[in-house]
């Protein structure tokens, strides 16, 4: 049996960061990964490293974005400089634009609700009107009334975020193993063995980072992790001269110019076939942001499947049962990817979560029976 | 490097490309006309600037994108000649005003 001290199982944005972040470490590691049959969030990504609008009633949630957020640029730049690869981070700010009075008021609550929330941590954002976004927007939408902004927003290339955390995951000494689906392991604390097409592996650790893979895979670590897919469509235009000085939540102009127009949200199960009313939505809202918007094409599209926990926040334990067992579930591959290399990495390399962590342990879930 | 096929029609269309006025059987792709008015390339990549020209022929490469009577990045195999047609090169991304209209 081949050993090791760490083997993470999952190949997509969650498992390529901690992979990342515990071969940096200086731990040996394996990476497995499902291969191309699987459902790939990772592959199906908006991009938006985002904070505004995530934790609502839940700050720990808020402050482990805002720490990602605030790692990422050197996590982007440490990872440019071992792999060559520039994952596209920008940080100018980001703005939601409220189409009706209803959002502007919705969002307006909303927002100074998570401002009360941060409490010392501050949440730095402004509503703006009108007028203020039209300064920022070129060629607004005469129905945008209102939004808001924070500085804390930004966006990446998911794909060349993934292309550099497996090189860089590699150029560490970690060992990437493609199209393996984990369905059986050896499970005992701190000691868990896989059988690999060529033999077995072993180690004290184990990450089960596998997506949607994780409800079926977590109940033979002794975790729980009940996600369950929430389907997104993207559609991207044509590639333009830079236009869009800062992403929108739902529309955003990458580094190379395409425009990525996006946020839909369909409880479908495990369908990813795209639906033209979605598109034509997705299509329609964007046009009322952004008028001229109707004169490019649109060249791609595609559906994906987010890895949604029941309350939309992210899911991280250690198993009781099998010490050295641990989960990592989010459906914010992108925003949480620098805080999976930098913050939770080390977390796992040293044995122990973080009690900052602690709320987001899958036991929220057990719900006590009635007495 | 390419000609018409001796069957072709016999009629013919005049177009400008970059320019120049070139005679092609009607029934010509745009980017055919390209080829055979011998231009090696009729765009400039988005963000490296090389140069690229009609490839697949068929709609999928999107290496034939030409600036066609003003409209940007037009799949120019896709598109059959018409009299008078203007035919420009595509410089890297094409720009979007967001202020007209």
Known sequence: MQRYDSIVIGGGLVGSAIAYGLARAGLKVALLDEGDV?????????????????????????????RSA?????????????TGIAAGHQRPGGVHLCLGEDELAARRAMMERLRVQAGNFGFDYRMLDRHELADLLPGLGPAVIGGSWTPYDGHANPLALLHALHKGFAEHGGRYVPNIKVKEAGAAPGDFCIRLADGEIGAPKVVLAAGLGNAELAPRFGLS???KPLKGQIL????????????????????E??????????????????????MRTIARRAVLAFPWLRDLQIVRAWAALRVMPPDGLPIYDQS???????????????????????????????GEL?????RFSARRFDVPAAA | MFRPRPEGPGAAVAVSIEGRTVTVPVGTSAA??????GFDSIRETPVEGCERGPYCMMGVCFDCLAEIDGAANQRSCMIEVQPGMRISRQIRARTIDPEAG
């Open chain 1, 257 to 278: 110019g395409s425009i990525m127009l996006g946020d839909s949200q369909e409880d479908a199960g495990f369908d990813t076939s795209q639906r033209p009313a979605v």
């Open chain 1, 236 to 255: 991207v235009t044509e590639r333009a001269r830079q236009v869009l000085p800062l992403p929108i939540a739902t529309i955003r102009q990458t580094v």
């Open chain 1, 38 to 66: 699987a459902f790939r969030a990772a592959r199906g990504n908006f991009g938006l490293v985002w904070v505004q609008s995530k934790g609502d009633g839940a700050p720990h949630y808020h402050r482990w974005t805002r």
């Open chain 2, 32 to 37: 055919a006309a390209v080829l055979a008015a």
């Open chain 1, 70 to 82: 605030d790692e990422w640029p050197a996590l982007a730049a440490e990872l440019e400089g071992k």
């Open chain 1, 320 to 350: 009781e049962q099998f010490p050295g067992a641990f989960t990592a579930n989010c459906h914010s591959g992108v925003t949480l990817a620098a805080a999976h290399a930098n913050l939770f990495a080390p977390m796992v390399a040293a």
């Open chain 1, 354 to 358: 973080d009690p900052a962590l602690e």
């Open chain 1, 225 to 227: 992790a009940p996600v």
